[in-house]
């Protein structure tokens, strides 16, 4: 199975602290190396995968601005919106002709 985006994301940090116990306090204290997450196209996460970001999360602290980028395919948004709903279909693809309008 693939490593999930998430951790190759984080990979690096990780590494940080296998060298000793002062680069591994280093690492996991500091909030800089959590404050960027990112998030690509996938499966839904799974249960260890949202505990992790929940410790991404937690390890960015308040003293820094949490970034959080979240990459996912418009083909991917086609597929999970209700087309039933036809003012979506204008919205996801503007350039097609169609009778939707907008209130």
Known sequence: MPEPEVYQAIRGIFKLTWIC???????????TFWSRI???????????????????????GASMPLSIV????LRQVALSVDFKQSHWIGSLFPSEPSSTHFP
């Open 38 to 60: 990112v998030i690509k196209d996938g499966p839904p996460p799974t249960t260890e995968v949202t505990a992790f970001l929940n410790e991404c999360i937690l390890r960015s």
């Open 21 to 31: 116990f002062w680069w591994r306090d280093e690492a996991l204290s500091n909030s």
């Open 70 to 73: 979240i990459s996912i395919s």
